[in-house]
Protein backbone atom coordinates (compact mmCIF):
# COMPACT_ATOMS: atom_id res chain seq x y z
CA UNK A 1 0.00 0.00 0.00
CA UNK A 2 1.22 3.46 -0.98
CA UNK A 3 1.78 5.81 1.79
CA UNK A 4 -0.39 8.27 0.78
CA UNK A 5 -3.47 5.55 0.99
CA UNK A 6 -2.00 4.92 4.34
CA UNK A 7 -2.10 8.34 5.27
CA UNK A 8 -5.82 9.02 4.12
CA UNK A 9 -6.88 6.28 6.38
CA UNK A 10 -5.62 7.81 9.39
CA UNK A 11 -8.20 9.58 11.49
CA UNK A 12 -8.07 13.40 11.12
CA UNK A 13 -6.55 14.29 14.81
CA UNK A 14 -3.98 11.80 14.05
CA UNK A 15 -3.19 12.73 10.07
CA UNK A 16 -3.12 15.86 11.43
CA UNK A 17 0.30 15.39 13.49
CA UNK A 18 2.30 12.84 11.16
CA UNK A 19 1.55 15.61 8.59
CA UNK A 20 3.80 18.63 11.07
CA UNK A 21 6.02 15.66 11.97
CA UNK A 22 6.72 15.23 7.84
CA UNK A 23 7.01 19.04 7.44
CA UNK A 24 10.18 18.67 10.11
CA UNK A 25 8.60 20.70 13.10
CA UNK A 26 9.76 19.88 16.40
CA UNK A 27 8.01 17.87 19.13
CA UNK A 28 7.96 21.37 21.20
CA UNK A 29 6.49 23.19 18.22
CA UNK A 30 3.82 20.04 16.89
CA UNK A 31 2.86 20.48 20.77
CA UNK A 32 2.42 24.38 20.61
CA UNK A 33 0.19 24.21 17.39
CA UNK A 34 -1.93 21.55 18.26
CA UNK A 35 -2.23 22.69 21.99
CA UNK A 36 -3.18 26.08 20.75
CA UNK A 37 -5.82 24.82 18.43
CA UNK A 38 -7.71 22.00 20.55
CA UNK A 39 -7.52 25.01 23.11
CA UNK A 40 -5.65 22.59 25.48
CA UNK A 41 -3.35 24.37 28.15
CA UNK A 42 -0.26 22.17 30.64
CA UNK A 43 -2.72 23.16 32.93
CA UNK A 44 -5.05 20.07 31.63
CA UNK A 45 -2.42 16.88 32.18
CA UNK A 46 -4.31 14.48 30.61
CA UNK A 47 -5.48 16.33 28.00
CA UNK A 48 -1.77 17.69 27.23
CA UNK A 49 0.09 14.07 27.84
CA UNK A 50 -2.35 12.98 25.21
CA UNK A 51 -1.26 14.92 22.73
CA UNK A 52 2.65 14.50 23.76
CA UNK A 53 1.67 10.45 23.45
CA UNK A 54 0.05 11.62 19.99
CA UNK A 55 3.30 13.14 18.61
CA UNK A 56 5.44 10.07 19.86
CA UNK A 57 3.06 7.88 17.85
CA UNK A 58 3.23 9.73 14.77
CA UNK A 59 6.45 10.11 14.60
CA UNK A 60 6.40 5.80 15.06
CA UNK A 61 4.15 5.36 12.43
CA UNK A 62 6.27 7.47 10.16
CA UNK A 63 9.73 5.58 10.95
CA UNK A 64 7.48 2.53 10.28
CA UNK A 65 6.01 3.23 7.23
CA UNK A 66 9.26 4.34 5.78
CA UNK A 67 8.10 7.16 4.38
CA UNK A 68 10.91 9.28 2.35
CA UNK A 69 9.78 12.31 2.75
CA UNK A 70 9.94 15.20 0.81
CA UNK A 71 10.15 18.37 3.13
CA UNK A 72 9.64 21.83 1.95
CA UNK A 73 13.06 24.08 0.15
CA UNK A 74 13.04 26.12 3.74
CA UNK A 75 13.87 23.54 6.12
CA UNK A 76 17.26 23.43 7.08
CA UNK A 77 19.59 20.34 5.90
CA UNK A 78 19.80 19.42 9.69
CA UNK A 79 15.96 18.71 9.38
CA UNK A 80 15.63 17.06 6.48
CA UNK A 81 18.89 14.75 8.09
CA UNK A 82 16.42 14.31 11.25
CA UNK A 83 13.17 12.82 9.02
CA UNK A 84 15.81 10.55 6.71
CA UNK A 85 16.75 8.96 9.87
CA UNK A 86 13.29 8.56 11.05
CA UNK A 87 12.12 6.73 7.63
CA UNK A 88 14.96 4.37 7.11
CA UNK A 89 15.86 4.01 10.79
CA UNK A 90 19.30 2.33 9.87
CA UNK A 91 20.81 3.37 13.02
CA UNK A 92 18.66 1.89 15.34
CA UNK A 93 18.09 -1.58 13.25
CA UNK A 94 21.80 -2.25 13.10
CA UNK A 95 21.21 -1.90 17.40
CA UNK A 96 18.11 -4.51 16.78
CA UNK A 97 20.16 -7.33 15.02
CA UNK A 98 23.47 -6.65 17.64
CA UNK A 99 21.35 -7.45 20.36
CA UNK A 100 19.10 -10.62 18.45
CA UNK A 101 22.54 -12.41 18.52
CA UNK A 102 23.53 -11.59 21.86
CA UNK A 103 19.83 -12.67 23.44
CA UNK A 104 20.47 -15.69 20.97
CA UNK A 105 23.49 -16.46 22.59
CA UNK A 106 22.59 -16.09 25.91
CA UNK A 107 18.84 -17.49 26.09
CA UNK A 108 19.77 -20.79 26.29
CA UNK A 109 19.90 -20.76 30.46
CA UNK A 110 17.24 -18.38 30.85
CA UNK A 111 14.63 -18.42 28.45
CA UNK A 112 12.44 -19.50 31.41
CA UNK A 113 12.15 -16.05 32.94
CA UNK A 114 10.73 -12.88 31.53
CA UNK A 115 12.64 -9.95 29.77
CA UNK A 116 11.62 -6.51 31.07
CA UNK A 117 11.54 -4.14 28.20
CA UNK A 118 10.22 -0.71 27.15
CA UNK A 119 8.11 -1.96 23.90
CA UNK A 120 6.27 1.40 23.19
CA UNK A 121 3.21 0.19 21.45
CA UNK A 122 4.10 -1.53 18.95
CA UNK A 123 6.72 -3.76 20.21
CA UNK A 124 9.30 -3.27 17.31
CA UNK A 125 12.32 -5.49 18.88
CA UNK A 126 9.99 -7.86 20.66
CA UNK A 127 8.34 -9.04 17.55
CA UNK A 128 11.93 -9.50 15.73
CA UNK A 129 13.29 -11.45 19.14
CA UNK A 130 10.07 -13.76 18.70
CA UNK A 131 10.63 -14.83 15.09
CA UNK A 132 13.88 -16.36 16.08
CA UNK A 133 13.50 -20.05 17.12
CA UNK A 134 15.55 -20.15 20.13
CA UNK A 135 13.48 -17.28 21.60
CA UNK A 136 9.93 -18.63 20.84
CA UNK A 137 9.71 -19.37 24.29
CA UNK A 138 10.77 -16.56 26.06
CA UNK A 139 7.86 -14.11 27.79
CA UNK A 140 8.22 -10.13 27.75
CA UNK A 141 6.86 -7.79 30.28
CA UNK A 142 6.54 -4.19 29.16
CA UNK A 143 6.03 -0.90 31.37
CA UNK A 144 4.11 2.54 29.82
CA UNK A 145 3.70 5.50 31.40
CA UNK A 146 1.74 7.41 28.78
CA UNK A 147 -1.96 6.32 28.99
CA UNK A 148 -2.43 6.45 25.25
CA UNK A 149 0.38 4.19 24.42
CA UNK A 150 -0.59 2.24 27.01
CA UNK A 151 -3.79 1.85 25.93
CA UNK A 152 -2.72 0.71 22.53
CA UNK A 153 0.11 -1.55 23.88
CA UNK A 154 -2.98 -3.48 25.37
CA UNK A 155 -5.10 -3.90 22.40
CA UNK A 156 -2.13 -4.72 19.92
CA UNK A 157 -1.38 -7.71 22.47
CA UNK A 158 -5.08 -8.89 22.27
CA UNK A 159 -6.32 -8.34 18.63
CA UNK A 160 -3.04 -9.49 17.10
CA UNK A 161 -2.79 -12.21 19.67
CA UNK A 162 0.52 -11.87 20.77
CA UNK A 163 1.20 -14.00 23.30
CA UNK A 164 4.83 -13.92 24.25
CA UNK A 165 4.14 -10.25 25.68
CA UNK A 166 2.41 -10.34 29.44
CA UNK A 167 -0.05 -8.02 30.27
CA UNK A 168 1.95 -4.58 30.45
CA UNK A 169 2.62 -2.51 33.47
CA UNK A 170 0.91 1.08 33.36
CA UNK A 171 3.82 2.72 35.44
CA UNK A 172 7.61 3.85 35.51
CA UNK A 173 9.94 0.74 34.46
CA UNK A 174 11.90 2.71 37.49
CA UNK A 175 9.84 1.34 39.96
CA UNK A 176 9.48 -1.91 38.85
CA UNK A 177 13.23 -2.30 39.04
CA UNK A 178 13.26 -1.09 42.51
CA UNK A 179 10.88 -3.87 43.98
CA UNK A 180 13.01 -6.44 41.24
CA UNK A 181 15.16 -9.07 43.23
CA UNK A 182 18.84 -10.75 41.97
CA UNK A 183 18.59 -13.15 39.00
CA UNK A 184 14.79 -12.07 38.47
CA UNK A 185 14.79 -11.34 34.25
CA UNK A 186 16.53 -13.11 31.65
CA UNK A 187 16.96 -9.91 29.69
CA UNK A 188 16.61 -6.25 30.50
CA UNK A 189 15.74 -3.39 27.81
CA UNK A 190 16.51 -0.04 29.29
CA UNK A 191 15.79 1.92 25.15
CA UNK A 192 15.46 5.09 26.88
CA UNK A 193 14.45 8.15 24.80
CA UNK A 194 15.41 11.02 27.48
CA UNK A 195 18.45 11.68 28.87
CA UNK A 196 20.86 9.70 31.38
CA UNK A 197 20.69 12.26 34.11
CA UNK A 198 17.15 11.36 34.24
CA UNK A 199 17.52 7.47 34.13
CA UNK A 200 20.62 7.36 36.41
CA UNK A 201 19.33 5.62 39.52
CA UNK A 202 17.03 3.32 37.59
CA UNK A 203 20.37 1.85 35.61
CA UNK A 204 22.43 1.78 38.65
CA UNK A 205 19.50 0.09 40.82
CA UNK A 206 19.70 -2.78 38.00
CA UNK A 207 23.13 -3.43 37.75
CA UNK A 208 23.81 -2.90 41.25
CA UNK A 209 21.22 -5.66 42.61
CA UNK A 210 21.68 -8.09 39.69
CA UNK A 211 18.20 -8.40 38.62
CA UNK A 212 19.64 -10.40 35.38
CA UNK A 213 20.17 -13.81 35.63
CA UNK A 214 24.28 -14.59 34.80
CA UNK A 215 24.73 -14.76 31.16
CA UNK A 216 21.83 -12.43 30.87
CA UNK A 217 21.22 -9.20 28.73
CA UNK A 218 21.06 -5.62 29.77
CA UNK A 219 20.54 -3.19 26.67
CA UNK A 220 20.82 0.22 27.36
CA UNK A 221 19.84 3.52 25.25
CA UNK A 222 19.61 7.22 26.45
CA UNK A 223 19.72 10.52 24.87
CA UNK A 224 22.34 12.95 24.53
CA UNK A 225 20.25 15.63 23.82
CA UNK A 226 19.44 17.56 26.84
CA UNK A 227 17.09 20.37 27.39
CA UNK A 228 16.85 21.59 23.79
CA UNK A 229 20.97 21.63 23.16
CA UNK A 230 23.97 19.58 24.27
CA UNK A 231 24.60 19.20 27.61
CA UNK A 232 28.53 20.92 27.75
CA UNK A 233 28.85 19.77 31.30
CA UNK A 234 27.85 16.40 30.94
CA UNK A 235 29.45 13.52 29.03
CA UNK A 236 26.44 11.40 28.68
CA UNK A 237 28.83 8.43 26.86
CA UNK A 238 31.50 8.91 29.66
CA UNK A 239 29.04 8.89 32.93
CA UNK A 240 27.09 5.82 31.52
CA UNK A 241 30.81 3.90 30.56
CA UNK A 242 31.77 4.69 34.15
CA UNK A 243 28.65 3.74 35.77
CA UNK A 244 29.06 -0.23 34.36
CA UNK A 245 32.93 0.35 35.34
CA UNK A 246 31.56 0.77 39.06
CA UNK A 247 30.42 -3.22 38.56
CA UNK A 248 32.77 -5.46 37.66
CA UNK A 249 30.25 -8.17 36.55
CA UNK A 250 29.30 -7.24 33.43
CA UNK A 251 31.00 -6.74 30.34
CA UNK A 252 30.62 -4.43 27.35
CA UNK A 253 29.63 -6.19 24.10
CA UNK A 254 28.76 -3.14 21.94
CA UNK A 255 28.28 0.57 22.29
CA UNK A 256 27.29 2.83 19.72
CA UNK A 257 26.29 6.54 18.79
CA UNK A 258 23.74 7.23 16.06
CA UNK A 259 20.57 9.85 15.57
CA UNK A 260 16.98 8.92 16.17
CA UNK A 261 15.45 12.49 15.75
CA UNK A 262 17.79 13.46 18.49
CA UNK A 263 21.56 12.35 19.52
CA UNK A 264 21.76 8.86 21.09
CA UNK A 265 23.63 6.44 22.98
CA UNK A 266 23.31 2.56 23.20
CA UNK A 267 25.35 0.17 25.24
CA UNK A 268 24.83 -3.73 25.14
CA UNK A 269 26.05 -5.58 28.17
CA UNK A 270 26.70 -9.09 29.76
CA UNK A 271 26.37 -9.90 33.30
CA UNK A 272 29.53 -12.39 33.44
CA UNK A 273 29.08 -13.32 37.37
Given at each position: MKFETKLEKLSKKKKEV?????????????????SKKRNVT????????????????AILWVKLNKVVALPPKELKLKEKAVLKDWSEGKSKQILRDTLEVEVVNAT??????????????????????????????CKFLSCELEPVVFESLVKNIYK??????????????????????K??????????????????????????????????????????HIGGTLNKGY???????????????????????????SPMYSVILKRTK
Open positions: VKLVLKGFSKKKILTQIPEQKNSYRAILAHITMKKNNHKPILTLSADMCITELQLHKRNELKDNNWTFMQYPLPFEIGKLINISVDMYSHLFLDFCQSLKEHYHTIETALKNNIVSVGGVVWITVSTNTKTELLNLVKKYNNYEIKFKMSYSDS
